[in-house]
């Protein structure tokens, strides 16, 4: 039992509150508002009871398979959100200008004189959901509030986390890596919401079409649910903050961990420790070459000579 409350409360509460919760969420409301508006295939009957609404069973069935569907789909769904899929190439370039201007606009705005403490505090949040190099800014507030984490480990120490994250969540402290995945479901949630609200808002806008539509009550459901999905939008963004704070934390107590699981010395210079992980990525990246050997020697660990030495001939 044990084991299987660790799991749950690991990976499996992620998937079941990132993903299924809201699919759960959406699916109720399909079932309220849209479902009785639509004429029932004969192959679904039983699945609807005499009240005209899904069974339990039939709802959380339904939700765990979208919930799985979403989890799987999930990087094609953030990319579209962050502006690197499906974008035209002029919306693209337009998206990031507009980014660039809301940041330089905030930062403005935060050292004017008379602005009060809290105004200021909130201004540099949001100035701080953006990257800290100008040549990283995404073209949508998501992708920049994510890229800001992605960018944190080469920003600081040349670590390219977006090329070792697979090692540096193996070698750092556990709790540091689980804080990573329980902050980004709380981003999950609010992505899954806001792609399962639109799918509704059109399900119910398609709606209208039924002979014995309830039109009145679609219309409200779909106006209500786009009404809906900016602030899904920027609760998301907001979600970003938590899970910035955990990637950082997993960059700052990893490094050592990693460095040493690679056989490597941590130089306790920052310069020397940046040209280390850059000559880490770069080997990475790219095919082997001897030249690598004596780039890294430097930082190699001295691994003591458990060579037994030749008997005595005294």
């Known amino acids: 039992m044990g084991d299987i409350a660790k799991g749950v409360l690991g990976g499996g509460w992620a998937l079941l509150v990132g993903w299924i919760l809201p699919a759960a969420l959406n699916l109720v409301v399909f079932a309220l508002t849209v479902a009785p508006s639509l004429p029932r295939a004969a192959v679904f009957g039983p699945l609807w009871p005499a009240s005209g609404l899904p069974t339990p069973l039939a709802l959380l069935v339904a939700a765990c398979l979208l919930g799985l569907v979403l989890n799987a789909l999930q990087t094609p769904l953030y990319r579209l959100l962050e502006g690197y899929l499906l974008w035209p190439q002029g919306a693209y370039l337009r998206g990031i200008r507009v980014q660039r201007n809301r940041r330089d606009k905030a930062q403005s705005l935060a050292r004017r004189e008379g602005v009060s403490p809290i105004r200021r505090a909130l201004l540099a949040e949001k100035v701080s959901r953006y990257p800290a190099d100008d040549g990283q800014i995404a073209p949508s507030r998501l992708g920049n509030a994510i890229r800001r984490f992605e960018t944190y480990g080469y920003d600081r120490y040349c670590l390219d986390t977006q090329v070792l994250w697979s090692e540096l969540t193996s070698a750092a402290p556990e709790t540091a ?56 939008y920027r609760a998301a963004v907001a979600a970003t903050d938590e899970w910035a704070s955990a990637v950082r934390a997993l960059v700052n107590l990893g490094r050592k961990p990693l460095a040493d699981g690679l056989g490597l010395l941590l130089p ?3 310069d020397d420790e940046r040209t280390m992980w850059k000559l880490v990525t770069r080997m990475s990246n790219r095919p082997y070459a001897p030249s690598a050997d004596p780039a890294l020697a430097p930082y190699r660990l001295e691994v003591p000579d458990t060579t037994p030495s030749p008997p005595s001939t005294r």
Request: proline share 3%.
């Open 177 to 232: 890596s689980k804080q990573v995945h329980t902050a980004r479901t709380n981003v999950d949630f609010f992505v899954a919401l806001l792609y399962g609200h639109g799918v509704m808002a059109a399900t119910a806008f398609a709606s209208l079409a039924a002979a014995h539509a309830n039109r009145p009550v679609l219309v409200v459901t779909g106006l209500a649910l786009i009404a809906l999905i900016p602030l899904w």
């Open 268 to 270: 306790k210079r920052l």
